[in-house]
């Protein structure tokens, strides 16, 4: 079946634009979350949502990054006012089931803010 | 905290000699371990996982684990090193319940023929 998917792969945008970025979970999915992958370190978590509220909020670095997941389905992480340091890739993953902790990946979305 | 440590940045292996990739954890609680891969332009795939049970565990592509508690560590091994392993490997941690996955920095894998 369809893996996770993530639109766009790639966005290039200037500093202090706002961007959105994608994801679609593996159909079924409770769980879903997003990850950021710097340059040369692992993923960090950002947000975990299960069904369509954020369960956990705690690694979102500041108040320019939301998410929202409306229909328990796709989500959309909003990223306000860009920075350069915002620049990663931006993973997101699903599972099953709370306890399965089984995290399936997304290709990601490399965001560059120039 | 969760924290996750692979000593090793970069390791380079001949194709067919054996490989070990280094991971320990810190973790309060019967951590949940995980080695995932990401080859270059691709997401995380999972290669195995320990939860509970047989400490020595078996994943895809002919790669296993052994979870050790008194070294807090859960290395990855695999007998035989194919061309094709090259990419970076990834260690992580979470829990039953648990909103995360914390990783490690990763290690690159390059296989020279």
């Known amino acids: 079946g369809a893996g996770v998917s993530q639109t766009p792969s790639n966005k290039v945008t200037e500093k202090g634009k706002y961007v959105e970025l994608r994801c679609d979970p593996i159909?079924?999915?409770?769980?879903l979350y997003w990850y950021r992958q710097s340059l040369g370190q692992g993923p960090e978590f950002l947000i975990y949502?299960?069904?369509?509220?954020?369960?956990?909020d705690s690694g979102l670095p500041n108040d320019r990054f939301f998410a929202v997941r409306p229909e328990g389905s796709v989500s959309t992480l909003k990223i306000q006012r860009t920075e350069r340091g915002d620049s990663a890739v931006y993973l997101c993953?699903?599972?099953?089931?709370?306890?399965?902790?089984?995290?399936?990946f997304g290709p990601g979305t490399r965001l560059t803010v120039t | 905290a969760q924290s996750v440590t692979q000593p090793d940045i970069h390791i380079t292996v001949s194709e067919g000699a054996s490989l070990e990739l280094r991971c320990n954890y810190s973790?309060?609680?019967?951590?949940?371990l995980f080695w995932y891969v990401q080859s270059p332009g691709q997401g995380l795939q999972l290669l195995l996982k320990?939860?509970?049970?047989?400490?020595l565990v078996q994943g895809i592509k002919g790669f296993e684990a052994e979870f050790k508690r008194s070294q807090s560590s859960f290395n990855l091994r695999k007998p035989s090193v194919h061309w094709s392993d090259a990419a970076e490997y990834f260690c992580?941690?979470?829990?039953?319940?648990?909103?995360?996955?914390?990783f490690g920095a990763g290690t690159i894998l390059r296989v020279k023929s």
């Open positions: 159909s079924g999915h409770t769980a």
């Open positions: 992580a941690v979470g829990a039953l319940y648990g909103n995360k996955l914390v």
């Open positions: 973790y309060g609680a019967t951590p949940y």
């Open positions: 320990y939860f509970s049970g047989d400490t």
């Open positions: 949502f299960q069904g369509t509220g954020a369960a956990d």
């Open positions: 993953a699903s599972s099953a089931r709370r306890d399965q902790q089984e995290q399936y």
